[in-house]
């Protein structure tokens, strides 16, 4: 009778063995979030709400700090993260490079929070007198298109300037140096070069770009958790909503994670722009728009088409917006 009782015994682990690998399967689901330092994902991490709601769907949130825009889809791209945010211009040439990607929502322009900075004592006074001149930013990042902006308005061409690509870190560096003559750039790192450093705002956003911040996700993500990400969106646009009524909240949340003076932070949020809508049929045309521009210009090497790239939300959700 032994062998009759090991043998069942063994069939018994078996399905236990068997039953226990599929909840763990299910319970180890995970949505992977890329986040820069600063913006409303940063608020959202630290609240913790969308932990506790996707928990309920089985679904653990893994969080992804990137250094900027074009870092975070190269992780997007390569599959290391499923949801992310960025400026206008990384989603642009992530897009180019081929990531499978899908728009998902976007906040409110913030077009003051990017700039086209020179030093204190600088000579230069206006965009047409940077003409010859080396300009440091970090490629594909959304000032790039800022810097595209300002100089056609100001009747330059891209190739009347030199351009230095340096993430933020080194671009300050060298801006202080003094080994480039203007930088562009977005907040906090704009706010605290002005305060800090006392730079000069050649030209912000206002009246060239929209300065939209994108949340994106890879195709096949999205397609297949559709009601993780109506969760996330909904998630966005609370944290937006309290972020807009409580701004001395959110900057001495925020300050400490930046390691930035209070004044410089609380510049920086009032600045910014919070919530989560989906893509209407404007900001496809002017995210075209810019598409379009890097092309031309050759910044990528093939035209593009945004609207092929935006996700469908569920319809309770679309009304809800």
């Known amino acids: 009778m032994r062998p009759v009782i090991l043998r069942r ?5 078996f399905a236990a063995a068997v ?15 890329g986040y820069q330092k600063y913006g409303t994902l940063v608020l959202l991490k630290a609240k913790g709400t969308l932990e506790k709601r996707l928990a309920a769907q089985g679904v653990d949130v893994q969080w992804t700090e990137f250094p900027g825009g074009p870092q975070l889809l190269e992780g997007l791209n390569v599959g290391s993260i499923d949801f992310g945010v960025t400026g206008e211009t990384p989603p642009v040439f992530a897009q180019a490079a081929g990531a499978d990607l899908l728009y998902v929502a976007y906040e409110p322009p913030a077009p003051h929070s990017e700039a086209l900075l020179v030093p204190k004592d600088s000579p230069i006074k206006s965009v047409a007198d940077l003409k010859g001149k080396k300009v440091v930013l970090n490629k594909g990042s959304n000032v790039h298109y800022l810097l595209v902006r300002a100089l056609e308005d100001a009747g330059l061409k891209y190739t009347d300037i030199q351009t230095v690509f ?10 202080e140096r003094g080994s480039v003559d203007a930088w562009v750039i977005w907040d906090p790192y704009q706010a605290a070069a002005e305060q800090q450093l006392q730079a000069r705002t050649l030209r912000d956003g206002q009246g060239l770009v929209d300065n939209h911040q994108f949340y994106l996700a890879t195709k096949p993500y999205a397609q297949k958790n559709p009601e993780v990400i109506k969760t996330l969106v909904e ?3 609370a944290v937006g909503e309290w972020s807009k009524a409580n701004p001395q909240d959110v900057t001495a949340q925020v300050s400490p994670l930046l390691g930035l003076p209070t004044d410089i932070t609380l510049t920086s949020v009032k600045r910014q722009g919070y919530g989560a809508l989906f893509l209407t049929p404007e900001v496809v045309a002017a995210q075209q728009k810019i598409a379009d521009s890097f092309y031309q210009l050759k910044l990528i090497p093939k035209p593009l088409s945004i609207k092929d790239v935006i996700w469908t939300p569920p319809a309770a959700l679309a009304k809800a917006q």
């Open 19 to 33: 039953t226990f690998g599929a909840i763990t399967q299910a319970q180890a689901e995970t949505l992977r979030i």
């Open 9 to 13: 015994g063994l069939v018994a682990l």
């Open 235 to 237: 998630e966005v646009r």
């Open 166 to 175: 340096l993430p933020p870190a080194d671009a300050r560096a060298a801006f």
